[in-house]
């Protein structure tokens, strides 16, 4: 059974957005509600006003849009997910932002989208993430992979082999590598999404970790997935 159906109807993604931009909170509230699962709740200009806001209506994404010096902004982030645990947060950022985006997932984000990149990418970032998935470039894969290899491996990747999955299972694992989705990881399988849901439940339990962006940087690690070119 999907998750997201009610009453036999597929709710809405129910957006939040912060931006300090008047003409970029405009154009951001006309992109998104031109799609028909999304909707924007609130629109919101300072952090005081945006914790108010998910206090209040706990919307399913929140959309923080930073440009240039607003890299600083992403301390709101653990705010958030305090309040609401189960909003997920994408960001988006200018290439001159001074995000530091490794720090970002760290805290809580479940999604980064560059304004250098197209306004499908973005509205497909939000419907990902709001599923439960994460979604990453190739750069921030190897700025991942780089700080996890300077500083100490992570339990899963020290102690835990892929052949302690199985090979449906290593399967999985490497198209969640590669970024695919729960549907499209489906459609290729010719399983259900509910079966792939069964795997990956199945993975984290097999390897300890706790969600998907983990899992990426396992298939990285391992060697399931072959590392991106840091070019990007």
Known sequence: MDPFLKNGLRQKTQVTILST???????????????KELKVLDIVGTNSELMR?????????V?????DDEGKNIGVIPDVLKVAPETKV??????????????ALKLGVA???GTNQNSRTLIRAIRQVFEGEVWLNQKLIAQLLER????????????????NLTQRENEVAKMIGLGMNNKEIARKLYISE??????????????????????????YQQGIVQPPVKTF
């Open 148 to 163: 996890n290899d300077g500083n100490g491996k992570s339990k899963t990747s020290q102690s835990i082999a892929p052949n």
């Open 111 to 113: 999604g980064i989208v």
């Open 53 to 61: 806001k998910v206090s209040q209506n706990i919307p399913n994404v």
């Open 21 to 35: 931009y008047n003409l970029v909170s405009d154009c951001l509230r006309a992109l998104l509600e031109n799609e």
């Open 90 to 103: 994408v960001i988006l950022f200018t290439p001159n932002s001074q995000l530091d985006q490794p720090e």
């Open 194 to 219: 509910a079966t792939v849901r069964h795997h990956l439940s199945s993975i984290y339990s097999k390897l300890y970790i706790e969600d998907r962006l983990n899992l990426v940087i396992f298939a």
């Open 63 to 67: 959309l923080i849009c930073l440009m």
